[in-house]
């Protein structure tokens, strides 16, 4: 068999089959859970320095803005955006509303269900305090609402780039 890098096909087969038994079967592993963080914090980081730069109402951030708006906009037309109801958003209902909403986005965003940061209050900068877990596709929904309606637009009156940190 050929041998790719470090890794024989046999291993690579082995791997595929691994991945492919039920999630349920594996345990919770810190190193993977360690790296999902800091690339959640990495685009934390790189967006709202993006904030800090330009006009958020002329940023795109994804191929797909208009219909992300438009659909988020339609099943969520009172949802206030400046500051989340995280217990509301995480809530039984809002867990199935939203659930509903994000795999009408499965075949069209890419990572859409991918663990990001959402900052609770748009006016503030990430912090542990003024975080949350969200899937990408929240994060689109509720960024381009808060970008469109004016609420990201004193970011970058208040806040300066920062050098992204290398890890």
Known sequence: MENIGNVTADQLLAGASVLSRP????????????MWAMKA?????????????????????TPHDDAIYKTF????????????????????????????????????????????????NCVDEYSEKNSTLV??????AIELARNREGHNDCIMQKFKPKKISKN
């Not at 509301?88 to 859409?112: H, I, P, T």
């Not at 899937?135 to 689109?140: C, D, G, P, V």
């Open 23 to 34: 999630a349920e079967e594996f345990g919770n592993d810190s190193s993977i859970e360690a």
């Open 41 to 61: 914090f990495e685009h934390a980081e790189i967006y709202f320095n993006i904030l800090c730069s330009l006009d958020p109402k002329i940023l795109r951030l």
């Open 73 to 120: 906009r339609e099943t969520f037309p009172d949802l206030k955006v400046d500051i989340i109801n995280v217990n509301e958003m995480k809530s039984s209902e809002g867990k199935n509303k939203w659930r509903s909403f994000c795999e009408q986005f499965k075949n069209l965003v890419e990572d859409y269900n991918m663990g990001t940061l959402l900052r609770v």
């Open 135 to 140: 899937t990408r596709i929240q994060f689109y």
